[in-house]
């Protein structure tokens, strides 16, 4: 993960008035000063995963984070990104939520510099918006 970075819990339940609600991974980061919420998806990202994340973290912050922490930061690890739901939800313009891709093998060098390419175009199409 990542210098600061300290296991909080897996399967991390919070239960409110809406019903119990399990978080994959938690984490926090005692440099940064801030929970990271992580949520494993074995499938391309949805809608329905990004505002789950977006609940998660709002959820976080008001019934965990303490005076002095940083707001909560929330990863959605996916087998599938899509540019068009970076570009059209939540997760375009916010400084909290995250998608990226994961891969369960170690990929070719010509997949990695594709993948690299694809990236920095998708970046860069970003920062013209």
Do not use: W
């Amino acid at each position: 993960m990542g210098k600061g970075f300290a296991f909080v819990g897996r399967q991390q339940h919070i239960r409110t008035d809406m019903g119990d609600f399990y978080i994959d991974l938690v984490f926090y980061n005692y440099i940064l000063k801030n929970f990271f919420l992580i949520d494993l998806k074995t499938s391309q990202i949805t809608h329905q995963d990004v505002g789950q994340m977006d609940m998660y973290v709002r959820m976080y912050d008001k019934l965990k984070r303490t005076e002095g922490d940083n707001p909560t930061i929330g990863l959605l690890l996916c087998s599938e990104t899509s540019e068009d739901m970076a570009q059209y939800s939540v997760l375009h313009g916010s400084e909290q939520l995250f998608q990226a891709k994961y891969l369960t093998y170690l990929p070719s060098k010509e997949d990695l510099r594709r993948e690299i390419e694809l990236q920095k175009q998708f970046f860069l199409e970003q920062q013209n918006d």
